[in-house]
């Protein structure tokens, strides 16, 4: 057996690239051997023909060719519609044809994108004519989906509205209907059949085993079908994709995998998974807002548009175009956007097609040179990696008289002679006429004409790809749009390690002034990238730049010229000597101690995630403690952050020391992980992360279930098992993989398969840490099993007693996302679906729940669920005498102390808001002033509170309760993270007080959810603004009711709230609307752009 | 050069030897038996394990004494052409000598000459002690030059090293290097794209730079023959400054990020540095210059801007005792060469053809300039020169970035 395994493995050929990040830097260039060259003279391109072409591809500069679907297929989608995928259709040449032509690219250098079209095949495919012959029941049968009606799936949308009418059809020979999203005779495959899985993966097998080094994933969103839903984007949409990953990572190294998921930015994220999906995916809203920017010559489409995309894994990559084989799709903008773009790119209505405008890139911009650079310009410094359409490198025209999307499927245009050089065939053979008019015909636009003109757009280009690829940041790096008052001026700086460029980019037809606020390059010089031009070094002043004509502007920020002195001394700064590997005490110690504590940390500690103070300057941080474990190879390490203001800090440092490969690894992966570059007796390598190392996760682990003790210098780091862990363990034994969570915050979470996971707590403090000690409670005192079970705790114990947690393991909960993600989702459906509705009238005497049953659909049942859980929490938090926990009475002085503290707090911010008024958006500036002019009602609501007679409990409680710290399973929830507010001290965190408060604090996350939705809604429909606020209004006042109303129903007869239903409200409102002055400081401080939230917030609980 | 590359012989030798301190490679064939006599003389090395690598395939380790802390072994080279130049075939040598070292997991490696002339225990002590001592990871030599050798070296390679990698060297292709075992390791890979045995040049210190490797240099007192007797100038030109500029094509993204160059700090003796060399006699220099200048006026215009042609058209013109090609026009057509090789705008032996009356033009002046100069003077000549390719890299760059043919 092993034998024939090890035949197999050696049968396969190695992928091209060797960098395993290498699509982040790679050029792609999309072709359809169909239209390249002919090399038989039958009138269509043929892989023989492609050959001959790939020095001109390698010399345009273009490092990876995407090749649309060649395989035999009837030709009724171009190739989409495949009856067999595991050769090569006739017409391009044979199997072997292809293999010579992936030789001969990788040969070249170049990698070799195909299609893995799996949503559907043609209904020419043999496992199509199977099915329809095949019983009702049987696998065979069920390779695809039917229905004996077509009412299954109603609220999946028809995709190509122009030419069908329903996705399902009528199979006579089946006597059944089945399921296509896309054409007719497209039957879409059901990935509920395992037997379909096993034959995708027999697919992918194949090509991959030959060598082809990534797979374009076709109309990935809708494999998958469900009742009640859209069909889009399913949870086991994305099961799918993990295998199809799982598989490729298994058996392969360095190949790619690449969605196309033409949705918004929000919507394709989950395409990446947690780096364990798709590496990359399109970025489809991006491209109109490009050209809708250039015609209304301003930067507002692209900038929004970027805004709302969300951060991806770090191995994950967008990619990004301007034009393809398929029509300028209009699918992701909005009504009016479509219908602007349509006036604007498409006066002739043959130029539309479905939802969108079939024409290529250089007729979209009337042929007009500078715009053709400009947009250019943009596609290859944005974050992403660039895709170019064949032929849009010499500007090719379309022809808008074919029909279909074949317009801009045309021939090659290679030179000036018969059939554009693109067959020696019969002009009337070839499978599309070459394009001929006077402006776009081959004789004006070619290959050779544009290779012998030194100023042709095909040199440019190639000078651009070039250019490009000498820079790692364009690939690669962080963008950061720049605000200036010119919006016809679009300016952003890319970073990456010290990479650093900023670009400009004139969106106008005439020149154009800006000033750029580029303080924080203060000393830089910038270099303008094409011509080397050092410009005026950059002050604190802002920059002031001229752009011609859509002119555009890189200028790479160097640092000032350096001497030679200089640089050696800097090479002194960052460089540790280690004496012996595993020696911390020199590693840490000695001189290099100075440069880690002014220096080296504060540098790293900047650069992390989870480090929360980084609007403070840090002075210095010293390692005040350290404990080498993993062999000596590694250490825990507890640091001191001073500030050049305020109180010091104190963090949890896992550090550890890598070389060789290892090391050049994760420079490259994760140049934010390391530390510093060190050379010790045996060489160099790098201090970095440990939590990035898998080995060091697992040892971790051992610690806590080892009960290890490890020693520092100051004291002894522990691990302390739960007396459920073994349960947590118990059936497959102790996890062998670890992985660090992409989502990570204010600490750094390691999944131990599917199993555990382990908090790493970054900022220290000494004393019981709640999380901790409420998680240890509620699993170990408790009867409520709604939270993540509490698996043990690393404690760090100082010799003088005190003790802080670094790390807290937990049982890992399958869930389907926090609530609050799951409740945006909910709420987008909700709100389109009451677009369409007209407004329930209140007047009619139901309740705001009864008014959108109809729309809420099953949220109003998952915040009554959410409502009991919260009491079951706050039950089970009041019921146990020892003394951490043991439930006290609220005095009625602590009752008036209550009251003046939440009025105070309430001064403070609206003192805050008088301060930042003029500096709020123009939409929030009106509500900030009504809510100024009502701070004497707001202080008398607090004062109110010493009205209340009942008797009040104050016991320990969540501490910042809302959407995001509850996840979503299986119609149910479990509550997460007891930490409390991170911003406030220990002793605050852990103070008992009146559940109450974590009621207040889950009512204005629902009030945050619906406004957010709405502000997302809004943003794909701007018509809808006015309409759809009240549906907001009428959401959260019915969600809200329902979680009270089974709260108190759960909670009744108990003292955890007050008996007294006067006296609830009046706590309740009063910790409601502290909750949104809350909100408040921390939007004016952090966000101003979402002020708008608290502010209507604080207007209608004052109603 | 992955392991593979090795030949599969050598490979076998290397995995039996057990950890080695030193390997000293001899980067050309050799005689056994002499070199059999010259590793006997070596002294102080008792107690170590080290290896004196040569290519052959005669055993001679018998003849060691058994107490001896030293083993001959045979390797053997990838097998190559024939027709490869001298530095080609040491080049392929010093690679499968570094995969040795990586393969013995020795701490040092030493790659020298075949003359042997740097095989003593004076000579290897420096080595060891640069590497051992200061740190360095490559050790490379400065011979003692005179005024009129090495001139391919002292106008091109090294002055272009220099302002390319920001490496001070005096000579970036030796047959004589040492190295620490991770530089080893760099230089055996230092081609994936080549094939084994194919006489690409190795070229260490672009290595050392591109891995930020420290870099030494060590004076020695030693002169090994010429190895261009024979050759054509444009075949020496095509190998040495065409590898030179095949090197800035896979490196582009590195160098153009280099704003300045670095000192390099150097050991040894200064004594023996300086000699005066033979007067030259630039006439038959001039003339291939102008030769040139009258056949080559077409395939320039391909590769030069206007502007350097008229200035080459106006030293075309100039009597031989006051000819003088101003640094500034000698920077920019090499840099403007490199160019043009790398954009395949004509052929590339052809391109280093047209090459060579420039060279020669530029040996001519500088001999007539530093004829009456001490050899410090000449030394100083040559710096201002180096500076002067430092001050034009941004001509250089903005060419290779925006090569286009409408230029001053």
């Known amino acids: ?1103 | 050069m992955p392991k593979s590359d090795l030949e599969e012989e050598t490979l076998s030798e290397t995995q039996h030897t057990g950890p080695v301190d030193l390997l000293i490679g001899i980067a050309g064939a050799v005689n056994a038996g002499e070199l059999q006599q010259q590793v006997q003389q070596l002294q102080g090395y008792q107690g170590s394990h080290v290896v004196v690598a040569y290519p052959g395939a005669s055993e001679v380790e018998a003849a060691l004494p058994a107490e001896s802390a030293f083993r001959l072994m045979p390797y053997s080279l990838p097998a190559a052409d024939r027709s490869l130049l001298p530095w080609a075939i040491a080049s392929t040598a010093q690679r499968t000598i570094c995969a040795m070292a990586v393969e013995m997991g020795a701490k040092v490696c030493l790659s020298l000459h075949s003359d042997l002339a740097t095989l003593d225990t004076r000579h290897l002590e420096l080595f060891l002690q640069a590497i051992a001592e200061k740190g360095c990871d490559l050790v490379l030599p400065v011979y003692p030059s005179r005024k009129f050798e090495g001139l391919l070296n002292h106008s091109i390679l090294a002055p272009l090293t220099r302002a390319l990698y920001g490496q001070r060297v005096r000579f970036p292709l030796t047959p004589d290097f040492g190295c620490s075992a991770q530089m080893a390791a760099r230089l055996s890979d230092s081609s994936p794209h080549h094939a084994a045995g194919d006489g690409a040049l190795l070229w260490p210190s672009i290595q050392a730079a591109l891995s930020n490797y420290q870099v030494c240099q060590l004076r020695l007192d030693i002169q090994h023959a010429t190895q261009t007797e024979g050759l054509e100038l444009s075949t020496i030109l095509s190998s040495l400054v065409g590898s030179a500029f095949s090197e800035m094509e896979t490196s582009a993204a590195y160098w153009q990020r280099i704003r300045a160059s670095h000192p390099t700090a150097t050991f040894g003796d200064m004594g023996q540095q300086w000699n005066d060399g033979e007067p030259v006699d630039t006439k038959p220099l001039i003339d291939s210059f102008l030769l040139g200048s009258r056949n080559l006026q077409e395939v320039w215009s391909l590769v030069l801007p206007p502007v350097t042609l008229l200035e080459l058209k106006k030293m075309s013109r100039v009597d031989p005792a006051s000819f003088r090609m101003p640094d500034e026009v000698w920077v920019r057509i090499v840099y403007d060469f490199a160019l043009a090789y790398r954009l395949r705008t004509m052929n590339r032996g052809h391109l280093m053809g047209a090459l060579a009356p420039l060279y020669l033009g530029w040996v001519a002046s500088y001999a007539g300039e530093v004829a009456g100069l001490s050899p410090m003077g000449a030394e100083q000549r040559l710096e201002q020169l180096a500076k002067a390719y430092e001050e034009n890299k941004p001509y250089l760059v903005s060419r290779w970035r925006w090569p286009d043919r409408f230029n001053p």
């Open chain 1, 1 to 1103: 057996m092993s034998t024939y395994l090890n035949a197999l493995r050696s049968a396969k050929s190695a992928g091209s690239a060797t960098d395993p990040h290498w699509y982040k830097d790679a050029i792609i260039y999309e072709l359809h051997v169909r239209a390249f060259a002919d090399s038989n003279n039958d009138g269509i391109g043929d892989f023989p023909g492609l050959i001959q072409k790939l020095d001109y591809l390698q010399d345009l500069g273009v490092t990876c060719l995407w090749l649309l679907p060649f395989f035999p297929s009837p030709l009724r989608d171009d190739g989409y519609d495949i009856a067999d995928y595991m050769t090569v259709h006739p017409n391009y040449g044979t199997l072997d044809d292809f293999k010579a032509f992936l030789a001969a690219a990788h040969q070249r250098g170049l990698q070799v994108m195909i299609e893995l079209v799996i949503n559907h095949s043609s209904d020419q495919h043999p496992w199509f004519q199977r099915a329809r012959h095949a019983l009702p029941g049987t696998p065979e049968r069920d390779f695809y989906v039917w229905s004996d009606n077509d009412q299954k799936y109603k609220d999946a949308r028809i995709i190509f509205t122009d030419t069908e009418k329903s996705n399902w059809t009528w199979d006579p020979v089946a006597q059944a209907y089945f399921w296509h999203r896309f054409f007719s005779h497209q039957p879409d495959l059901n990935y509920d059949n395992p037997l379909v899985m096993e034959e995708v993966l027999k697919v992918l097998r194949f090509w991959l085993d030959m060598g082809v080094d990534a797979l374009r994933l076709d109309a990935i969103p809708y494999i998958v079908e469900r009742e009640g839903t859209n069909c889009e984007n399913l949870p086991e949409t994305h099961v799918v994709i993990k295998k199809i990953r799982a598989a490729m990572d298994e058996g392969y190294k360095n190949r790619v995998i690449l969605a196309e998921a033409n949705q918004w930015p929000t919507d394709v994220r989950p395409y990446f998974g947690d780096g364990d999906e798709c590496h990359m995916a399109f970025h489809f809203p991006l491209m109109p807002r490009i050209y809708m920017a250039l015609r209304q010559e301003d930067r507002l489409p692209i900038t929004e548009i970027m805004a709302q995309t969300p951060e991806i894994p770090e191995s994950c990559q967008w990619g990004l175009f301007l034009r393809n084989h398929d029509e300028l799709t209009l699918e992701m903008v909005t009504d009016d956007e479509r219908d602007y773009m349509y006036l604007a790119y498409s006066a002739d209505p043959r130029m539309r097609i479905n939802i969108g405008i079939r024409r290529r890139l250089a007729a979209l911009v009337d042929n007009n040179r500078r715009r053709i650079e400009l947009l250019n310009s943009i596609l290859f410094s944005f974050p992403g990696t660039p895709i170019l359409y064949y032929g849009d490198e010499i500007g090719m025209g379309d022809n808008i008289y074919l029909g279909d999307r074949n317009g801009v499927r045309t021939p090659m245009q290679w030179t000036a002679d018969r059939n554009a050089g693109f067959s020696r065939a019969n002009p009337a053979q070839l499978y599309s006429p070459v394009i001929m008019d006077p402006v776009w015909g081959y004789q004006a636009i070619n290959v050779e004409a544009q290779q012998s003109d030194a100023s042709s757009l095909l040199n440019w280009m190639r000078n651009m790809i070039a250019l490009r690829k000498l820079f790692h940041v364009f690939g690669r790096g962080t963008l950061k749009f720049l605000p200036s008052a010119n919006r016809k001026v679009l300016a952003y700086v890319r970073q990456y390690g010290n990479e650093q460029v900023l670009c400009a980019a004139n969106l106008s037809r005439f020149a154009q002034p800006v000033q750029l606020e580029l303080a924080e390059f203060e000393g830089t010089v910038p270099v303008e990238m094409l011509g080397y031009v050092e410009f005026p070094p950059v002050t604190k002043q802002p920059y002031p730049l001229t752009l011609g004509p859509y002119g555009f502007l890189w200028l790479e920020l160097q640092p000032a010229a350096d001497t030679p002195n200089e640089s050696a001394e800097t090479n002194d700064i960052v460089m540790l000597e280690a004496g012996q590997r595993g020696d911390w005490e020199i590693l840490l110690g000695g001189a290099n101690a100075d440069k880690l504590k002014n220096d080296i940390l504060p540098e790293f500690v900047r650069k992390q995630r989870w480090f929360g103070g980084k609007s403070r300057h840090i002075r210095s941080a010293s390692v005040l403690d350290f404990a080498p474990f993993h062999d000596g190879n590694s250490a825990l390490i507890i640091a001191k952050l001073e500030y050049e203001a305020g109180e010091d800090e104190t963090y949890f440092l896992p550090l550890t020391t890598l070389y060789g490969d290892a090391a050049s690894l994760l420079k490259e992966a994760s140049p934010n992980a390391v530390v510093t570059p060190i050379r010790d007796a045996k060489g160099e390598g790098i201090l970095c992360d440990a939590l990035t190392q898998e080995s060091v996760c697992l040892e971790l682990l051992t610690v806590i279930t080892g009960k290890k003790k490890i020693a520092g210098a100051q004291g002894i780091i522990e691990g302390f098992p739960s007396s459920t862990l073994p349960s947590l363990t118990e059936n497959k034994g102790m996890p062998h993989n670890a992985r660090r969570s992409s989502a990570e915050q204010s600490n750094t979470s390691i999944l131990y398969e599917d199993r555990l996971i382990m908090k790493c707590f970054r900022k220290q403090e000494f004393g019981p840490n709640p999380d901790t000690e409420i998680a240890r409670f509620l699993t170990e005192h408790t009867d409520f099993h709604h939270i993540a079970p509490f698996g043990g705790s690393i404690e760090y114990q100082r010799e003088d007693g005190t003790s802080a947690t670094l790390a807290m393991l937990q049982g890992l909960v399958a869930n389907e996302g926090d609530g609050w993600a799951w409740t945006l989702e909910e709420l987008e459906r909700y709100f389109e679906a009451s677009a369409l509705a007209t407004l329930p009238s209140e007047n009619e005497g139901k309740s705001a729940s009864e008014l959108i049953k109809e729309h809420a659909g099953i949220y109003l049942d998952a915040a009554a669920t959410l409502g009991r859980r919260t009491a079951e929490m706050h039950l089970a938090l009041a019921s146990s005498q020892i003394e951490d926990f043991r439930p006290e009475i609220l005095e009625p002085d602590e009752l008036v102390s209550l009251g003046h503290d939440l009025a105070d707090h309430a001064l403070r911010t609206m003192s805050l808001l008088k301060t930042n008024l003029s500096r709020l958006p123009d939409d929030a500036v009106e509500l900030g002033g009504l809510v100024i002019s009502r701070r004497r009602e707001i202080s008398a609501r607090f004062q109110n509170v010493n009205t209340v007679r009942s008797r009040l409990q104050r016991t320990r409680v969540h501490g910042d309760y809302h959407l995001g710290q509850v996840l979503r399973v299986r119609a149910d929830f479990v509550i997460l993270d007891f930490e409390g507010e991170p911003a406030r001290s220990l002793s605050e965190r852990r103070k008992k007080q009146l559940p109450i408060k974590d009621i207040a604090g889950m009512l204005r996350s629902f009030h945050y959810a619906a406004f957010s939705a709405l502000a997302r809604h809004v943003a794909r429909r701007p018509e809808d603004h006015q309409k759809m606020e009240p549906w907001a209004n009428l959401w959260t006042r019915a969600v809200s009711a329902e979680f009270l109303r089974a709260y108190r129903e759960t909670a009744a007869g108990s003292a955890v709230i007050p008996r007294d239903d006067h006296d609830f409200r009046l706590i309740l409102d009063a910790y409601v609307l502290d909750k949104a002055l809350y909100e408040l400081g921390y939007e004016l401080n952090n966000r101003p752009e979402w002020v708008r939230i608290p502010l209507t917030g604080i207007l209608s609980l004052l109603q």
